[in-house]
């Protein structure tokens, strides 16, 4: 038969475990859409800038 506190400390360290991965993914894909939305300011920056020179 298993132990309860065994039992209880594997479920409890599963979930630190799931919940430490899902910070991070969603730390992530905030990063990468932050990177992104700054990339594309960029871009129409450059664009407004090459349309104002000329």
């Known amino acids: 038969m298993i132990d ?10 599963v ?3 799931l919940t430490g991965f899902y910070f ?5 894909i905030a990063d990468a859409i ?3 939305e700054k990339r594309k ?3 129409e920056e450059r664009e407004r800038r090459k349309r104002n020179w000329r």
């Open 34 to 36: 932050a990177l992104h």
């Open 4 to 13: 309860p506190v065994l039992f209880f400390l594997a479920v409890l360290a």
């Open 41 to 43: 300011a960029q871009e």
């Open 24 to 28: 991070f993914l969603r730390e992530t």
């Open 15 to 17: 979930g630190l475990v």
